[in-house]
C-alpha cells in the first residue's frame, strides 16, 4: 500500500468490450490499484444514469417521510439486513458512537428453485414509496452485472480461472443501501457521518453521492478525498477479498466526514451495493497469496460465518 494521494481510474468498457490487449491492460490496472489502493475509479460501469436517478429521487421521498411512517419498515430480527434502519444505529466495530445517518437496505431476490432461497429475508416493501422497491430490484441486478465482471478480472489478475467467483456469487448475499445523511443541526461532538471502518463484504460499488465527504486513509495516515465525477463510481476492496488474497489485495479504511459548520445545513445520500458471495464460500487464504514474505494471516472460515461475526461488532446484529 502506497502512500497515494490520488485515487485512479479505470474504463470497464474496455473490459467487456476490448481486444485482449485491452482486457490486460484493464486487469492489471485494476488489480494494481486493489493491491496498492484498495480503492479505484470506475468509468463506463455499465449501471443507467436514469435508473439511478429514479432510485435516488425514491430515496429521497421515502427518507422526508415522517418518523413515525419510515418507522414502519424497521423490522426486529434482521439486524438492518432488510428495509428501515433508523438513525444513528450503526457503528464502526471500534467506536460506540452511532453514525450519523439512517438507511433502507434490499437484498437478494431468489426467482427459481436454488435452495439458498431459505437463508434469506423477504424485502421490505414500500407501500408509501413503492418506486423504491421497485427500482431498487432494478438496480441491484445491475449492479450485480457490474460487479461480476470486476471479479472476473480480479480472478485474472490473481491467476485464478475467470470464472472462480461466478458461482460464489451467484445468488450471494449482497446488499443495496440508500444512505441518507441529514443536515446536522447541533455540535456532533465526536460522531462523524460515517465513522472510519472497513467494508464486511467482497467489494463495494457506491455511485449516486450527492455531495462530497468521502475519504480513503493512505500508507502514512493521510486522508485523500475520494471525488468521482459525474457517472462514475467508486469500488473498494472489501474484508472478505482481503482475507482471501491473504492480505494482498487492502481493505482500505475509509470514511465520510462531516462537512464545515457552513455547510451543516446541506444533506447528503449515497447509494452503495455491498457484494457479498453466497455464506458458504470459504474465505481460507489461496494458497497462492500465502509466501514467506507474506505467511498465512487467518484462520479458516466461511463468509457467513464472518458476516455474522462482523454484524455483531458494527451493532446490526445482538
Same mark, same amino acid.
Given at each position: 500500500?502506497?502512500?497515494?494521494?490520488?485515487?485512479?481510474?479505470?474504463?470497464?468498457?474496455? *473490459?467487456?468490450?476490448?481486444?485482449?490487449?485491452?482486457?490486460?491492460?484493464?486487469?492489471?490496472?485494476?488489480?494494481?490499484?486493489? #493491491?496498492? +489502493?484498495?480503492?479505484?475509479?470506475?468509468?463506463?460501469h455499465g449501471i443507467p444514469k436514469d435508473l439511478v436517478d429514479s432510485f435516488y429521487k425514491a430515496s429521497m421521498d421515502f427518507f422526508y417521510l415522517p418518523k413515525e411512517t419510515k418507522l414502519k419498515y424497521e423490522i426486529p430480527n434482521l439486524a438492518g439486513q432488510r428495509g428501515y434502519t433508523s438513525f444513528g444505529k450503526e457503528h464502526a466495530k471500534q467506536s460506540d458512537?452511532?453514525?450519523?445517518?439512517?438507511?433502507?437496505?434490499?437484498?437478494?431476490?431468489?426467482e427459481d428453485n436454488d435452495p439458498i432461497k431459505s437463508e434469506y429475508p423477504d424485502n421490505v416493501f414500500v407501500e408509501d414509496v413503492p418506486s423504491l422497491s421497485q427500482d431498487g430490484t432494478k438496480l441491484y441486478k445491475s449492479f450485480e452485472d457490474s460487479g461480476a465482471y470486476l471479479l472476473e478480472?480480479?480472478?485474472? *489478475?490473481l491467476g485464478l480461472d475467470k470464472d472462480f467467483f461466478a458461482e460464489k456469487i451467484?445468488?450471494?448475499?449482497?446488499?443495496? #443501501?440508500? +444512505?441518507?445523511?441529514?443536515?446536522?443541526?447541533?455540535?456532533p461532538n465526536s460522531a462523524l457521518r460515517a465513522e472510519q471502518h472497513?467494508?464486511?463484504?467482497l467489494i463495494t460499488l457506491l455511485v449516486g453521492a450527492s455531495s462530497g465527504g468521502l475519504q480513503v486513509q493512505n500508507l502514512a495516515g493521510d486522508w485523500i478525498a475520494v471525488v468521482p465525477e459525474e457517472?462514475?463510481?467508486?469500488?473498494?476492496?472489501?474484508?472478505?477479498?482481503?482475507?482471501?488474497?491473504?492480505?494482498?489485495?487492502?481493505?482500505?479504511?475509509?470514511?465520510v466526514v462531516n462537512p464545515p459548520k457552513e455547510k451543516w445545513h446541506e444533506e447528503r445520500l449515497s447509494i452503495p451495493f455491498f457484494l457479498h458471495p453466497r455464506s458458504e464460500m470459504s474465505l481460507d487464504c489461496l494458497p497462492g497469496c500465502v509466501t514467506d514474505e507474506r505467511p498465512l494471516a487467518y484462520e479458516p472460515i466461511t463468509a457467513g460465518e464472518y458476516l455474522d461475526e462482523r454484524l455483531r461488532e458494527i451493532g446490526l446484529k445482538k
Open positions: 500500500m502506497s502512500d497515494f494521494t490520488v485515487v485512479p481510474k479505470v474504463d470497464l468498457q474496455q *473490459y467487456i468490450q476490448g481486444d485482449e490487449a485491452d482486457k490486460k491492460a484493464f486487469v492489471k490496472a485494476l488489480g494494481d490499484a486493489f #493491491r496498492d +489502493i484498495g480503492f479505484v475509479i470506475v468509468q463506463n458512537v452511532g453514525d450519523l445517518k439512517e438507511f433502507f437496505q434490499f437484498g437478494q431476490t431468489i478480472a480480479i480472478a485474472i *489478475y451467484h445468488h450471494g448475499n449482497s446488499i443495496l #443501501r440508500t +444512505i441518507y445523511y441529514p443536515p446536522i443541526t447541533s455540535e472497513e467494508d464486511i463484504n457517472h462514475e463510481i467508486a469500488i473498494n476492496v472489501g474484508d472478505m477479498l482481503q482475507r482471501l488474497t491473504n492480505n494482498y489485495l487492502k481493505s482500505t479504511t475509509h470514511r
